[in-house]
C-alpha cells in the first residue's frame, strides 16, 4: 500500500496556469498506473488524465485535452498535473490516485487515494 498526498491547488483566474503535485510515501509508486480525477460537490469523481508505466502515452479527457500534460518522476516518487489555460469549469477537487491495471478511466479500478487539493477557477 502507497500513501498519495496531494498539493498544488488554489484559487486562480480563467486562462491561468497551476501544476499539481502527488507524492507517494513509497518506492512502489514506479509499480503504479497513476491517474488525477476531479470531483465537484454532489457528482461522482471524473476521469481526467493517466500515465502508465514506465512513462508510457498517457491518455487525457477530452475536456482537458491539449490543456493539461501528465507526468511522473520516478526518482521522487512524483506524480504531476500541469493544467494550462484554466477554465471556471475546472474548478474542482482534484484527486491523485493508483491503480495496478495497465490502463484504466475507470474510477473503481483505482485502489490508493490522495485527500485532494482543491482548484478553484474564477471567470
Known amino acids: 500500500q502507497i500513501r498519495l498526498a496531494e498539493s498544488g491547488g488554489g484559487l486562480v483566474q480563467a486562462g491561468a496556469s497551476l501544476r499539481l503535485s502527488c507524492t507517494a510515501d513509497?518506492?512502489?509508486?514506479?509499480?503504479?498506473?497513476m491517474g488525477w480525477f476531479r470531483q465537484v460537490p454532489g457528482r461522482g469523481r471524473e476521469f481526467v488524465a493517466h500515465?502508465?508505466?514506465?512513462?508510457?502515452?498517457?491518455d487525457y479527457a477530452d475536456s482537458v485535452n491539449g490543456r493539461f500534460t501528465i507526468s511522473r518522476d520516478n526518482a521522487k516518487n512524483t506524480l504531476y498535473l500541469q493544467m494550462n489555460n484554466l477554465k471556471p469549469e475546472d474548478t474542482a477537487t482534484y484527486y491523485c490516485?493508483?491503480?495496478?491495471?495497465?490502463?484504466?478511466?475507470?474510477?473503481?479500478?483505482?485502489?490508493?487515494w490522495g485527500q485532494g487539493t482543491q482548484v478553484t477557477v474564477s471567470s
Open positions: 500515465i502508465g508505466i514506465p512513462s508510457s502515452t498517457p
Open positions: 490516485a493508483a491503480t495496478m491495471e495497465l490502463v484504466s478511466r475507470d474510477v473503481h479500478a483505482y485502489i490508493h
Open positions: 513509497r518506492n512502489t509508486f514506479s509499480t503504479y498506473t
